[in-house]
């Protein structure tokens, strides 16, 4: 079963207005999670690194203001994307590490947003 | 510079053939993790096999085997017995530092068809 839950797997949303994404570790503690977005046939690209109970740290060009990360808790990241304008539409997806060797990687299950 | 290199943008195979899936990574980091994905239609992205830098042996994970070449920086995925589910787009990725708090560099990717 899958141990890192995304949710919504698929949002529409208007121009304008935000959305929030939710990544959820199941049954283990991420103090580290990962934001990153995916254009039809291309590669997935980080966004951001999001810490619990810290800043996250953004990668160059993405605007920080526009997804906004929070980890409030060891079990919970979200992704809100706030004024969304259809060129913001992607597949957006987390992982998380379980355990400290960074060799187990798991990603949720992905969050297709259209906005129109 | 690009981190993780893979060359074959597409690859067909016939059903129950074996197939090795290129990827150069780029990295001065003495401690680093090579992982592969698979990525069905649906988006999600399946762990299929890790490899440690300091792993001697070569990763195996049932019909998958990561090909490690740590002097040439090559960690191709070799498919055994390929099935028709192996279809899909296939990522190779690279961690540089020792641990879970390191983002993963994908490649840009092959699409696999496998045929009957």
């Known amino acids: 079963g899958a141990v890192v839950s995304q949710h919504p797997s698929w949002v529409i949303c208007k121009s304008g207005t935000s959305v929030k994404i939710e990544c959820r570790s199941l049954?283990?503690?991420?103090?580290?999670m990962f934001w990153y977005r995916q254009f039809p046939k291309q590669s997935l690209m980080l966004m951001a690194t999001?810490?619990?109970?810290?800043?996250?740290?953004?990668e160059q060009g993405v605007e920080k203001d526009k997804f906004l990360i929070n980890h409030a808790s060891l079990t919970l990241s979200t992704l809100t994307v706030t004024s969304a304008h259809p060129e913001d539409s992607s597949f957006y997806i987390c992982?998380?590490?379980?355990?400290?060797?960074?060799?187990?990687?798991?990603f949720g299950e992905g969050s297709w947003l259209t906005v129109v | 510079a690009q981190k993780i290199t893979q060359t074959q943008p597409g690859m067909f195979v016939q059903e129950k053939e074996a197939v090795t899936l290129d990827c150069t990574y780029d990295?001065?980091?003495?401690?680093?993790?090579l992982f592969w994905y698979k990525q069905p239609s649906s988006g999600e992205m399946i762990f299929l096999i890790y490899?440690?830098?300091?792993?001697?042996q070569n990763a195996t994970e049932g019909r998958y085997s990561l090909n490690f070449q740590k002097a040439r920086k090559s960690a191709n995925l070799v498919i055994s017995a390929s099935q028709l589910g192996d279809s899909a787009m296939y990522f190779c990725?690279?961690?540089?530092?020792?641990?879970?708090?390191?983002?993963?560099?994908f490649g840009k990717g092959t699409s696999l068809l496998v045929t009957p």
């Open positions: 992982s998380a590490s379980i355990g400290t060797a960074g060799n187990t990687i798991y």
């Open positions: 049954d283990f503690q991420a103090t580290t």
């Open positions: 999001s810490n619990e109970g810290s800043k996250a740290t953004y």
């Open positions: 990295t001065s980091d003495q401690s680093y993790g």
């Open positions: 490899q440690g830098s300091y792993d001697e």
């Open positions: 990725a690279m961690r540089e530092g020792r641990n879970s708090g390191y983002a993963l560099n």
